[in-house]
């Protein structure tokens, strides 16, 4: 037999296995069998018992069987499943896709926060401290300085409005940071004018309880399952009760004189009501609520805290008795 022409075409049979060949060689037939020659030397189609495809003696075309189709399917519907499964991990507690890279950004962002809030702080209890242990201060403040409390006042409306109203203000740096040292300084002035009315021991005592309140109720907003960020509206509510009794309190402090129960009430309702304001904007701050901080908004997280836990500590301290 001539190895220069193939023989004519008959019924296929079982060939031994060739020599391995090129992992892919197509043959006359159209189709890749990804196997070498067989031992003719020359392209033959597999036999018909063992392929799982049916070739036509004339034509390329061929047919995949039913089992390699639903295998397909089958395949598709696992990656879509697992796609779903993968899209659904990947929003977890607030962070958006790549959940590592939000909760780095949030954790910078909650040091920058508390940092700055540290140095509000900290400002404000030099403030007090000056103003209630140095004397001469104490009595220029009590006697002569009613004038720059008034002037502190404005300037704390002016530049707190200014934060809250203008996202520009408080975003754009350094300007945020100028107008967020103005508001801790004025702001610092007037509470230190308040405390040094009260005595020395009221103070330091209203810190101290202040500062456990605060910390406890930090706590608690992180681990709490409660979502406090949807109750907007009642603390709303609260804070009306709050402003028309305050007004109800100053009516009766000009038509009768001072009452000390109405006093007491009205500061721990104010207490209260900061105190929730607290948990609140913690829970902004921390995210994985329905509602969160931008990390953009250090300035705001940082001034919000900052008026929760000085008004919680003027409340308390009201509770020591008549300024």
């Known amino acids: ?11 296929p049979q079982n060939y031994p296995p060739g020599p391995p060949g090129p992992a892919t060689s197509a043959n006359k037939y159209g189709y890749d069998y990804g196997q070498g020659s067989p031992q003719y030397g020359y392209d033959q189609p597999p036999p018909a ?9 004339v034509g390329a075309s061929y047919s995949a069987p039913q089992a390699s189709q639903q295998t ?3 395949m598709h519907a696992i990656n879509t499943r697992n796609s779903a499964q993968f899209e659904d991990n990947s929003t ?3 962070f958006n896709a790549g959940s590592f890279s939000d909760k780095a950004i949030r954790h910078a962002f909650i040091r920058k926060v508390y940092m700055i809030l540290s140095l509000q702080l900290l400002v404000t209890l030099g403030f007090i401290a000056l103003f209630i242990f140095v004397k001469p201060v104490k009595a220029w403040v009590q006697e002569e300085g009613a004038w720059f409390y008034y002037v502190s006042y404005v300037t704390f409306l002016v530049t707190y409005i200014a934060m809250i109203c203008c996202p520009s203000v408080r975003r754009q740096s350094p300007g945020n940071f100028i107008c967020l040292s103005i508001f801790t300084l004025v702001f610092s002035y007037m509470v230190a004018t308040i405390s ?11 810190a101290g309880i202040t500062a456990a309140v605060c910390i406890s109720i930090s706590i608690f907003a ?3 399952k409660i979502d406090f960020t949807v109750c907007s509206g009642l603390l709303f509510a609260l804070v009306m009760v709050l402003f028309w009794f305050g007004w109800t309190c100053l009516i009766t402090y000009y038509a009768w004189g001072y009452n000390y129960i109405m006093d007491a009430v009205y500061s721990g309702l104010g207490a209260l009501v900061f105190a929730l304001f607290l948990v609140f904007d913690t829970q902004l701050i921390m995210g994985g609520r329905k509602y969160e901080l931008s990390a953009e908004e250090y ?18 301290l009201g509770m ?3 300024k």
């Open 72 to 74: 397909t399917v089958n």
């Open 299 to 316: 300035i705001f997280a940082a001034l919000q805290l900052y008026i929760d836990i000085v008004y919680i500590f003027l409340f308390i």
């Open 222 to 224: 992180v681990q709490t």
């Open 320 to 322: 020591f008795g008549k």
């Open 49 to 57: 018992q063992t392929s799982p495809y049916a070739v036509s003696a």
């Open 196 to 206: 040094s009315f009260y005595d020395t021991k009221c103070v330091l005592l209203a």
């Open 1 to 11: 037999m001539s190895y220069g022409q193939p023989p004519p075409y008959s019924e």
């Open 92 to 94: 977890v507690a607030g």
